[in-house]
């Protein structure tokens, strides 16, 4: 398997471990709720049963992300893939530094949520991506609702949807980059 091929699936587990475990985790859960918590509150070693197998999916998920970006760095010279790497790190430090590290959790997770943000927007630039600009007004929007309090929700509202927005970027990125690269043909 070559490194084209290690890049790929990469990108896809990188983008499917941490929703596989987030949905067990909330699954495991029944004390969760979409209108009181944060997704970290699943993370929290000493509160949560279910933090190995979310923070876990953060790790894991945040390492096959870094690598896909790292190693696209050898075929595109697109600032994106810079900026990604530095969001995937900072989503292991959320998984390695649960919410029982209080203000260090807190630092690592708003610097995850405004650097991917930062690389939708690059994305948008780069690629003049319709689906980027439409998952920059997505998070953007839920964390205003959230942060004004226009409805009764908690912040794993915006989390999610900030997730599923840049999620569905990285897959046109994925597909375009594969595509780019000849993958069928390797």
Not at 30 to 46: C, I
Not at 64 to 73: A, D, N, P, V
Not at 150 to 157: A, D, K, R, S, T
Request: hydrophobic share 55%; charged share 10%.
């Amino acid at each position: 398997m070559n490194l084209k091929h290690k890049a790929f699936f990469a990108s896809v587990l990188g983008l499917l471990i941490p929703y596989v475990c987030i949905f067990t985790s909330i699954a495991l859960s029944p004390w969760f709720s979409w209108s009181k918590n944060a997704l970290s509150d699943l993370g929290h070693s000493v509160k949560s049963d279910v933090a190995p197998i979310f923070n876990l999916g953060l790790v894991i998920g945040g390492i096959l992300i870094y690598q896909y970006s790292i190693s696209l760095t050898n075929y595109s010279k697109m600032l994106t893939h810079y900026f990604l790497a530095l969001s995937a790190f900072l989503l292991v430090l959320i998984g390695v530094f649960d919410e029982i590290y209080g203000l260090i959790h807190f630092i690592v997770s708003l610097a995850f949520f405004i650097t991917v943000l930062l690389t939708t927007l690059i994305y948008v630039y780069e690629k003049k991506s319709k689906i980027a600009i439409a998952a920059f007004i997505i998070g953007v929007c839920s964390w205003a609702v959230y942060g004004l309090r226009v409805f009764e929700i908690g912040v794993f509202v915006p989390e999610i949807l900030s997730a599923f927005a840049v999620t569905s970027w990285i897959v046109e990125d994925m597909y375009l980059q594969f595509k780019l690269l000849n993958l069928d043909n390797s």
